[in-house]
């Protein structure tokens, strides 16, 4: 939501005790427990907080940042890399972290002088980034071996393959459409499909 949305947007009545309240007196207030989640819960908790520093990435990658404001991209890897000191063995905090480091090692190819995006396939591959891709692709090695997919990993597997390639025709598409088979199993949706689509074209 853009700030001038949120600025606009109706804003509940408050009791004048509560304005300028702190928010931690209010939580201490209202007795809200600070605890970590029962083991049984993670699952649950940990892919709605992996799908929130997904979209936060995406909102920061789907414009050119001039560096005038704070960058939602970068603060959406801090929050990765966090998540992946804080539970290195969980295989799609890996895999996400992968994902985000092979979407950044594209992200100065990705807008033309412009600022109009530029597709995959007609990116100057060589201002991908070479340092992000080894790291990203690493971990998706990590990942493979641990044999617990998951979409996240499956999403930076295809973004690997796909920075494999020196050349978009040098794209090992019959690979990236195993994946997208995959993908489609595990997180069935009409944009996996249609990518799956252009990967069939393509083989």
Known sequence: ???????????????????????????????????????????????????????????????????????????????ARLLHELMPDEPEVTGLLALLLLADARQHARWDDDGRLVLLRD???????PRLVAEGQALVRSCLRRNRPGPYQVQ????????????????????????????AELDPSPVVSLNRAVAVAEV
């Open 1 to 79: 939501m853009t700030g001038a949305a949120v600025t606009s947007s109706p804003v509940p009545t408050r009791s004048t005790s509560s304005v300028g309240r702190p928010a931690g007196t209010t939580i201490v207030a209202a007795t809200i427990p600070f605890a970590m989640p029962a083991e049984a819960d993670l699952p649950e908790r940990l892919d709605a907080v992996l799908g929130v520093v997904y979209l936060i990435h995406n909102a920061g990658s789907n414009a050119p940042e001039d560096g005038s404001r704070p960058s939602p991209r970068r603060e959406a890897m801090r929050l």
């Open 123 to 129: 990116q100057d591959r060589s201002r991908w980034s």
């Open 156 to 183: 930076a597997a295809i973004s690997a393959v796909h920075a494999d390639a020196v050349r978009v025709e040098d794209t090992d598409w019959p690979q990236v459409l195993a994946l997208y088979d995959h993908l």
